[in-house]
């Protein structure tokens, strides 16, 4: 098993910045790509930013540019410095990771989630 802890959310202003963590610990070794996701109020869930294992980052339309998404493998954490920071980026952030298994001759894939933390960006 794979658990994911959240730290870094809270309140700034627009313009501001804020850096989220989120450790893992387990069965870290199991572990693949990695993200940040958020939920905004009455909106489904999107993905923000996610970055694999290798280091290769992909970052969604409305964060490029203001947002970085980093990794450290050997403390088994991943960090989204948000930058810049606007009222349409409020939201609950959700870590996010990928975990691949195998049983047998067979891979598994599966996905855990972080408890969240609350991102509230003021105009």
């Known amino acids: 098993q794979v658990q994911l802890v959240e730290s870094g959310g809270g309140l700034v202003q627009a313009g501001g910045s804020l850096r989220l963590s989120c450790a893992a610990s387990?069965?870290?070794?199991?572990?693949?790509?990695m993200g940040w996701y958020r939920r905004a109020s009455g909106k489904q869930r999107e993905l923000v930013s996610s970055?694999?294992?290798?280091?290769?980052?992909f970052d969604a339309d409305s964060v490029r540019g203001r947002f970085t998404i980093s990794r450290d493998n050997a403390s088994n954490a991943v960090y989204l410095q948000m930058n810049t920071l606007i009222p349409e980026d409020t939201g609950v952030y959700y870590c996010?990771?990928?975990?691949?298994?195998?049983?047998?001759?067979?891979?598994?894939?599966?996905?855990?989630w972080g408890q969240g933390t609350l991102v509230t960006v003021s105009s």
């Open positions: 996010h990771a990928q975990r691949v298994t195998m049983t047998g001759l067979r891979y598994e894939y599966s996905e855990v």
């Open positions: 970055i694999t294992r290798g280091g290769s980052t």
């Open positions: 387990g069965d870290t070794f199991s572990i693949n790509d």
